[in-house]
């Protein structure tokens, strides 16, 4: 039987985000995802899904200016320290939130970057989050972040590079571009179904 997540950023948009935990558990759901929660308090988050006896099963790492069409930091060169604190950032509210799922936008390749140095600054960044996921998973007990974060690409980066060069435990999962280069689908999360506790809701 699939259990499904409804995604708040998506869906019940009609109200203020706080207020689509409600109306999430009012529609059936136990468990619901985000984006980004970092425009809210993380207690404010929690006090909401304790509320309405829900679960959020993800959430993104920081993937920069959404709305400038930034998609991710990770294959960035010159945005490594954002990209660490992003890390950081999202581990806190992952602990708080109970969260057990990141999600990395690796981000669109810059015009100026080689493939190669975007690869290699791809699992950089990866090797630097592995073991801090897997820290954090060891210090929050029963509520624990999974040591690893989906991965998105759009830079054509292959899957087996990935597999091979990330530390084991990370799971990466790659969600390739379109023919074009243009992202296949905007939102990664609501494409990684098997990686995720529930299936996302709102894609």
């Given at each position: 039987?699939?259990?499904?997540?409804?995604?708040?950023?998506?869906?019940?948009?009609?109200?203020?985000?706080?207020?689509?935990?409600?109306?999430?558990?009012?529609?059936?759901?136990?468990?619901?995802?985000?984006?980004?929660?970092?425009?809210?308090?993380?207690?404010?988050?929690?006090?909401?899904?304790?509320?309405?006896?829900?679960?959020?099963?993800?959430?993104?790492?920081?993937?920069?200016?959404?709305?400038?069409?930034?998609?991710?930091?990770?294959?960035h060169p010159d945005r490594?320290?954002?990209?660490?604190?992003?890390?950081?950032?999202?581990?806190?509210?992952?602990?708080?939130?109970?969260?057990?799922?990141?999600?990395?936008?690796?981000?669109?390749?810059?015009?100026?970057?080689?493939?190669?140095?975007?690869r290699a600054t791809l699992?950089?960044?990866?090797?630097?989050?592995?073991?801090?996921?897997?820290?954090?998973?060891?210090?929050?007990?029963?509520?624990?972040?999974?040591?690893?974060?989906?991965?998105?690409?759009?830079?054509?980066?292959?899957?087996?590079?990935?597999?091979?060069?990330?530390?084991?435990?990370?799971?990466?999962?790659?969600?390739?571009?379109?023919?074009?280069?243009?992202?296949?689908?905007?939102?990664?999360?609501?494409?990684?179904?098997?990686?995720?506790?529930?299936?996302?809701?709102?894609?």
């Open positions: 039987m699939p259990r499904f997540a409804a995604n708040l950023s998506m869906l019940f948009t009609e109200v203020p985000f706080i207020e689509r935990f409600a109306r999430a558990a009012h529609a059936g759901f136990a468990a619901v995802e985000c984006q980004f929660p970092y425009d809210f308090p993380p207690a404010a988050i929690r006090a909401a899904l304790d509320r309405c006896g829900l679960v959020m099963v993800l959430h993104n790492l920081p993937a920069g200016d959404w709305a400038a069409g930034e998609r991710g930091l990770a294959c490594g320290e954002e990209f660490r604190a992003g890390v950081e950032h999202a581990i806190a509210y992952a602990t708080t939130l109970g969260v057990k799922k990141l999600n990395c936008l690796a981000g669109i390749k810059p015009p100026d970057v080689s493939a190669a140095h975007a699992l950089d960044n990866l090797q630097y989050a592995a073991p801090r996921l897997a820290a954090a998973s060891s210090i929050s007990g029963s509520r624990s972040i999974r040591t690893g974060c989906t991965v998105r690409t759009t830079n054509g980066i292959p899957i087996k590079t990935i597999a091979t060069k990330i530390p084991i435990g990370v799971n990466a999962t790659l969600m390739p571009s379109s023919a074009s280069g243009a992202p296949s689908h905007p939102f990664c999360a609501n494409n990684c179904v098997s990686a995720t506790p529930a299936t996302a809701v709102g894609s």
